[in-house]
């Protein structure tokens, strides 16, 4: 499906974006990863500060040619009330999401443009479809995420290349097992299921798919 591709992978070292790496290469990729550290060292890792788009625009300028980005770096954090005072929350958020997402946007268009197109996968969030208590940072910054996710499609889709979104319930990684032990983690999605779905969507079968925000809910 990705056979003889080149992708970029942000959040690589996580739980999902490392399974992301892996079902990419048995489909024939070579990943490109990129994170703020990695527990182990190898060629094709990078440990940058995607929220600096100096250091990501120098990158890729070095990497040069690549037919695909999947935006997996992000975070989730409970918040307070909406209208709570306090921006740290909001700071953090809008940084993992929204300015990680654009700064790769900012920095890999040009060179997929230049190469003849390619695809952006970006990771929004089933919850943020709708305003939530207590999560209104998360919400908004994911909201941003899909929005954007929409005008780039609408912007680039003419220029051969393919920009969707999947957006997950609660992933069944291990942080969110520990954050939720009474839970029924049979419910969850799967980091391997949303990867499969992430590979599609930046695979030539996807190529008639522009600005899809693709629901990944597992059985939640």
Same mark, same amino acid.
């Given at each position: 499906?990705?056979?003889?591709?080149?992708?970029?992978?942000?959040?690589?070292?996580?739980?999902?974006?490392?399974?992301?790496?892996?079902?990419?290469?048995?489909?024939?990729?070579?990943?490109?990863?990129?994170?703020?550290?990695?527990?182990?060292?190898?060629?094709?890792?990078?440990?940058?500060?995607?929220?600096?788009?100096?250091?990501?625009?120098?990158?890729?300028?070095?990497?040069?040619?690549?037919?695909?980005?999947?935006?997996?770096?992000?975070?989730?954090?409970?918040?307070?009330?909406?209208?709570?005072?306090?921006?740290?929350?909001?700071?953090?958020?809008?940084?993992?999401?929204?300015?990680?997402?654009?700064?790769?946007?900012? +920095?890999? $268009?040009?060179?997929? *443009? /230049? !190469?003849?197109?390619?695809?952006? =996968?970006?990771?929004?969030?089933?919850?943020? &479809?709708?305003?939530?208590?207590?999560?209104?940072?998360?919400?908004?910054?994911?909201?941003?995420?899909?929005?954007?996710?929409?005008?780039?499609?609408?912007?680039?889709?003419?220029?051969?290349?393919?920009?969707?979104?999947?957006?997950?319930?609660?992933?069944?990684?291990?942080?969110?097992?520990?954050?939720?032990?009474?839970?029924?983690?049979?419910?969850?999605?799967?980091?391997?299921?949303? +990867?499969? $779905?992430?590979?599609? *969507? /930046? !695979?030539?079968?996807?190529?008639? =798919?522009?600005?899809?925000?693709?629901?990944? &809910?597992?059985?939640?």
């Amino acid at each position: 499906m990705l056979k003889n591709k080149t992708i970029i992978v942000t959040g690589a070292n996580g739980a999902l974006g490392s399974r992301v790496c892996r079902v990419a290469e048995e489909y024939g990729a070579r990943t490109i990863r990129l994170d703020l550290v990695f527990n182990e060292q190898r060629d094709d890792c990078y440990e940058i500060d995607l929220t600096d788009l100096a250091a990501v625009t120098s990158l890729l300028s070095d990497i040069r040619a690549f037919d695909g980005v999947f935006n997996i770096a992000g975070g989730f954090a409970m918040g307070t009330d909406a209208w709570a005072p306090g921006d740290d929350e909001w700071d953090r958020m809008f940084a993992l999401n929204v300015t990680t997402m654009r700064n790769m946007v900012k +920095a890999s $268009v040009p060179h997929l *443009l /230049g !190469s003849g197109g390619g695809s952006i =996968v970006n990771v929004g969030a089933y919850g943020a &479809r709708q305003g939530q208590a207590d999560m209104s940072a998360y919400c908004a910054s994911k909201s941003v995420v899909m929005r954007l996710t929409e005008s780039l499609a609408d912007e680039l889709r003419e220029k051969s290349i393919n920009v969707n979104a999947v957006l997950p319930t609660i992933i069944d990684t291990p942080a969110n097992r520990a954050g939720m032990p009474d839970a029924d983690f049979s419910q969850w999605v799967a980091p391997e299921e949303l +990867a499969e $779905v992430i590979c599609f *969507l /930046g !695979s030539d079968a996807a190529r008639a =798919v522009h600005g899809a925000l693709v629901p990944v &809910r597992g059985l939640s």
